[in-house]
């Protein structure tokens, strides 16, 4: 008899996670990707000495990674190497304030108590987080939200214990605010909102639990850099028979009644017995299996925020950490022009990532890689070289004025990617990062499921369906849909 096989469509963290499950199961499996390389959003680029990653910095939960070693009987560690961060971010305010959030939550605790807040209250919050997530995420993260058998199964009877403190219909903000009053503390917690590219300000307080996964479980780096879990998942797949089809654009599914029998690439056709499809769900319904009514549907969702990336050779060394924020003095204002103008606003909060304070390769010697992001709007037709060069001045002016540092006169190399590029290079539609926003109650819900309701045997991974973006939500989908097939 021979073996079932599986298509995946692109390469994503989300799309390799499942080729793996799916090889774990028996299948023969086939990742088709359009582009050169896998990553997706997960790229890298190395020029003039530097290396940068070029889409996600950090990596919580790493055990999500280390299941999928597990699954043939290996090690991550024999594949990756990882350390845990004694800092999870370095924090900038305007007034001068800097707050160090320690890994260590009895060490952060001490840190913030002098940022006008008792450490009892941050304790209280920390908890309440820890609270949620241990009661929800099970139903939330790791199961399918949209089919019955989770509302009456142990995930849905234990999320109901917390159902109570959910804050589904108080903001990020408002209760941040309420908590922490005029604190510091406010404008440090309502940025995990930005961890989904939402706006606290109108995002259910619900996801204040993001905050929960660095704060009460810590946040680690890979000794290679962020690429390095994508290749050490690249190499276990290969290991185990997983072929990659580089260059291969999918271009339509082939049907028969209530199954997908293949997919078309141009003039050929790849059978399949199941297809995982791990590009963005918007463009999936315009391009690949074009269906007038769902992208009419998922065209009217607002779409989460988008990102400009600077990748900055910078000839110094710095003290700063590996993650760093410098706010804006005015929050809010930004997340108007996210969601609203469409427009940079006129002060933006900054990040800067330096890979090398982990990775001493990533630089020569005296150097940094310094990856400078704001959030950006979606790529809706502004003029990206005009909201660049205004963007790129506001930061140095920032960046500056925070670090007492003249820092154009340390770039010796640059390069940049905008929302269009995004577009462009990873098929997120309109640059979107995470898909659709998460600025309504209930959000979660009205992401698209993980499976097709017209065909048995087709799925969805990655950051635009169900649960959401980043790498651990991505590896999440694909469980989900593991746990779909063969059941």
Known sequence: MSKKTAIIIGAGIGGIASALRLAAKGYDVSVLEKNSEAGGKMAQFSQEGYRFDMGPSLFTLPH?????????GKRMEDYLGVVELPMTCNYFFPDGKKIKAWSDREKFLDEVQNSGVTRQVVEEYLEKQSFLYTHTADFFLFNSIHKPSTFVGDAGKKSLKALHKLDVFTSMHQRNQKTFGESHLVRLFDRYATYNGSDPYRAPATLNMIAHLEHNTGAWFPKNGMYGILNALKKLAEEESVRFLFNTEVTGLVTSGREVTGVRTGDCIYPASVVVNNTDITLFYRDIMP?????????????????????????????????????????????RGLFKTKLFADDLTVYIFISKKVVSNDAPDGCENWFVMVNAPENVGQDWEEETTRARELIISKINSMLNLDVEKKIEFEQI?????????????????????????????LRHPNFSRKYKNLYFTGGSVHPGGGIPLCLASAKIVDGMIDD
């Open 291 to 335: 269906n007038r009514q769902k992208l009419r549907k998922l065209m009217k969702r607002e779409r989460s925020s988008s990102a400009l990336i600077f990748y900055w050779g910078m000839k110094m060394k710095s003290e700063l950490d590996v993650h760093n924020i410098l706010f804006s003095n005015d929050y809010e204002a930004e997340f």
């Open 417 to 445: 990617i905008t929302p269009e590029d995004i577009e462009e290079r990873t098929g997120s539609v309109h640059g979107s990062l995470y898909g659709h926003s998460s600025n309504s109650p209930m959000a979660a819900f």
């Open 64 to 72: 999500l990674v280390e299941e999928l070693f597990a699954l043939f």
